[in-house]
């Protein structure tokens, strides 16, 4: 019985159910020091003074830092980095731990108290007085388009980069001149709180000799954090640790290098003691970077027919206050895939990123890509309107390949896409809606005239995962490589150690991990434990984000599970004597082709190697082999989903009635992950769609901050996940496996608002923005 492709029950939910799972803010160290931030109460200022005195004199506190006293300290060597300066002449203003002498956004740090209790830190940090002098705010995408006012005062402009592609120009010229259809739709990406169920948080521990410290991080990124807080600090790489134990989430939040790791780190250092914060679910609006924040125009054209000729895309991105680890190449992860999965002759693409006196935006689950997705989308419905036909239609006489089965296929942004077969994906999802049946329902209801009206919304998406191979990103301009490391160990009494880069935080690598060498070695997945998040035990790694853990550090295991065979059948066939080449591996056992009796387990073997008492000539001790894995193409996940909607046409209330997602994320490890991964993914870009915004006023304050007013759905509000699959392996990899972690928020807001725009439209509505809450539907119906 094979392990990979079962509904295996996730082996980390018993300790995380119990409590036994530790999370930053249950671990303690002795001595600890607790930071309460002193932050920012105006969007843009200069700072004139600051008056720590009295929070000095409250009771428990230690010390308190401005940021001019932390600079003259020393306590770091240059601002938190930007690993992806997308362009030679990009404007990154510097971004220090803590203000210095002017404040770009409402929550940047201006002073740090430092106090022997939690509660004690963040009283005393509400006695600090700031006194500023307020400059013009740039609250806005469309503030800062206009410059009138720029979001730093020592920049001449707002606008941060402008990056290109455009494969043909003359071409992408042509396509739109005469064409007998052209679409032209502007859509707004809000911004978004992130909302991780554990909000982040951070200790420092500092050795008593030789200044060495740990630092356990509510991260996704303990590998690269650590390479980040040596070049940010000027610490020796080799003295730094990184562990993120249970992580409750992550969606991206938990990708950077803040500004609070940074000062935990620098300060327990220099003290000699333990320091530690843990936010707020409020100061999570300011503390943690959000995303989204794009003004996108996308313009089709088409023949006569609706088939497309070209593709224009522009995008203003809000880069907020400051450029974080991958701030600005976030817009440009979807820009190769305004295209979507159509066969598009003509591209081209262009981004302006732009500065706000907001609080910095960075990766929200999906990156760029739902961004694209929901461009593409919303204009492939706008399109299936302006020639007559459906938005299935539209689709499918668009689809590459003609809809078949393709592999390695060069698209119009010139990607490779590494498999598809879109239209088999599509007629499974139509089958699974009843989707006749739907549209039935409606002209029932339509002729009727009732006042609850069905709306049928589609989406066929494609992401790009893997966020590999590290040539590619290099291409980018990207900091980092897309290898991903693994070691795979037999223990002596014959289990297995596996030490992974990739570092989880909601997952199931552990699960999953067990499954992948459950197979290749032939044992039981409980004999297999996964060691990762941990830079003392895995010290190689690029960690987890862009759907990349399982095509590319799930594949690491799987070559390090190889390797350890390959050398097994070496020590197997000597312990034999037999030829390498006459012995079969089947179940765990090596034996001798031919005769049956003449066989010895893999465990055997292990026990054997770590004797060393009969080895080869020249072989070397233990059964353990480590791969580093850089893919040859990134991996292209697809899906088709269909949204159900019910739109209230008195009140403008929309209800969610059904949901139907096809997603073909190539050979599954353990489908019952796959499934979990989904559900999450679309619940997220539902509520994008219909619920969830970072509003802000004209003086860059949010209003919404906290979850009484920032709306994220519960399970009352979504109805049953209908989830369905087609299988297309990929071919980047040898387990034929793609990303399945953000697919989910890919295919989900434009199907959502495709289908409120399906409802609406006997009212001539073609367009809502997003969150489609009440009021915008009730002035839709009624503007319509």
């Known amino acids: 019985m094979t392990a990979v492709g079962t509904r295996m029950l996730r082996k980390e939910d018993p300790k995380l159910l ?15 020091l607790w930071m309460g931030m002193v932050r920012s109460t105006m969007a843009h200022a200069r700072i004139v003074a600051v008056d720590t005195s009295a929070a000095l004199e409250a009771p428990g506190v230690h010390s308190v830092y401005t940021g001019p006293m932390l600079q003259e300290m020393g306590l770091w060597g240059g601002p938190l980095p930007c690993a992806w300066p997308v362009t030679p002449d ?33 009283d005393a940090a509400e006695l600090v007085e700031v006194t500023y002098e307020p400059l013009p705010v740039v609250a806005s995408i469309g503030d800062a388009v206009a410059d009138e006012h720029c979001a730093h005062s020592d920049l001449s402009t707002n606008k941060a980069y402008h990056w290109p592609l455009v494969p043909d120009p003359d071409a992408l010229e042509a396509a739109f001149a005469g064409a007998p259809h052209t679409v032209t739709a502007n859509f707004v990406q809000q911004r978004l709180i992130p909302m991780a169920m554990e909000p982040r948080g951070v200790l420092a521990v500092p050795s008593p000799h030789g200044g060495d410290v740990t630092l ?28 993120a134990p249970s992580v409750g989430g992550g969606f991206g939040a938990k990708l950077n290098i803040n500004a609070d790791e940074i000062l935990a780190v620098t300060l327990a250092v220099r003290l000699g003691l333990p320091v530690r914060w843990t936010e707020g679910r409020s100061e999570a609006a300011f503390s943690t970077h959000q995303g989204r924040g794009q003004h996108q125009k996308i313009e089709l054209a088409a023949d006569a027919n609706g088939k497309l000729l070209g593709c224009r895309v522009h995008l203003d991105a809000d880069m907020g206050a400051y450029m974080m680890l991958i701030t600005p ?39 760029g890509r739902p961004e694209a997705s929901y461009a593409i989308e919303r204009a492939m419905d706008l399109l299936a309107h302006e020639v007559g036909i459906g938005p299935d239609e539209i689709r499918r006489r668009n689809y590459l390949a003609g809809g078949g089965k393709f592999e390695n296929l060069t698209v119009a942004s010139t990607l490779v896409f590494d498999s598809g077969n879109y239209a088999p994906n599509l007629d499974a999802a139509l089958v699974m809606s009843d989707y006749e049946g739907l549209r039935a329902e409606q002209r029932r209801r339509r002729d009727a005239g009732e006042t609850k009206q069905l ?5 066929t998406y494609v992401e790009i995962c893997g966020l590999a191979p590290s040539r590619a990103l290099g291409g980018l301009n990207y900091g980092a490589g897309g290898w991903e490391h693994a070691v795979v160990r037999f223990l002596p009494t014959g289990k297995v150690e596996v030490v992974s880069g990739s570092t989880p935080h909601g997952q199931g690598h552990e699960t999953t991990w067990s499954q992948i060498v459950a197979d290749k070695l032939g044992i039981d997945p409980a004999d297999v434990t996964v060691l990762h998040s941990d830079t003392a035990i895995s010290p190689l790694g690029l960690d987890t984000y862009g759907s990349r853990s399982l095509s590319v550090g799930g594949v690491a295991i799987a070559m390090a599970c190889d390797k350890v065979v390959d050398k097994a059948r070496l020590i197997a066939a000597h312990q034999l004597e037999a030829n390498p080449d006459d012995l079969d ?74 949901y139907i997602a096809v997603d073909d994320c190539g050979n599954q490890i353990n489908p019952l992950i796959v499934e979990g991964q989904i559900h999450g993914g679309i619940v997220q870009g539902i509520a994008q769609a219909l619920w969830e915004v970072a509003s802000y006023d004209d003086a860059g304050n949010c209003r919404n901050p906290s979850m009484l007013d920032y709306l994220v759905p519960s399970p009352t509000e979504v109805p049953s996940i209908k989830t369905g699959f087609t299988v297309t392996p990929s071919t980047s990899n040898p387990l ?7 697919a989910g928020t890919i295919g989900s807001a434009a199907a959502v608002i495709n289908a409120v725009c399906d409802a609406l439209s006997p009212h001539g509505v073609r367009d809502i923005e997003m969150p489609a809450t009440p009021q915008r539907v009730w002035e839709a119906i009624h503007a319509g």
Not at 20 to 28: A, M, Q, S, T
Not at 218 to 239: D, N, S, W, Y
Not at 736 to 742: A, D, L, R, S
């Open 90 to 122: 990009m404007v990154n203003p510097p971004h220090f731990p803590a203000a210095v002498d002017e404040v770009h956004y409402v929550g940047e740090i201006v002073a740090v108290v430092l106090a022997d209790s939690r509660y004690g830190a963040a």
């Open 329 to 367: 190449g976030v817009p440009l992860l979807g820009s190769f895939l305004y295209t979507g999965v159509y066969d598009i002759p003509a591209f081209g693409f262009t981004c302006d990123g732009w500065f706000t006196n907001l609080t910095p935006t960075d990766a929200y689950r999906g990156a």
């Open 18 to 32: 119990t409590g036994e799972g530790k999370y930053v803010d249950d671990i303690n160290a002795a001595g600890q």
């Open 455 to 459: 709306g049928i919304g589609l989406c």
């Open 216 to 243: 356990y991080s509510a991260t996704q990124v303990p590998h690269i954090l650590k390479v980040m807080i040596a070049a940010v600090t000027g610490l020796p790489e080799h003295r730094v640790r990184v562990v």
């Open 736 to 742: 034929g496996v793609k990303g399945v972690g953000e």
């Open 585 to 658: 591996f089947i179940d765990g056992s090596f034996t001798v082709k031919g005769s049956p009796d003449k066989t010895v387990p893999i465990q055997g073997v292990a026990f054997g190697a770590f004797t060393a008492h009969n080895l080869p000539d020249g072989m070397e001790p233990n059964l353990q082999e480590q791969v580093s894995f850089d893919p040859p193409n990134f991996a292209f996940p697809f899906g088709t989903h269909v949204a159900v909607v019910e739109v209230d046409e008195e009140t403008g209330f929309v209800e969610l009635i059904d």
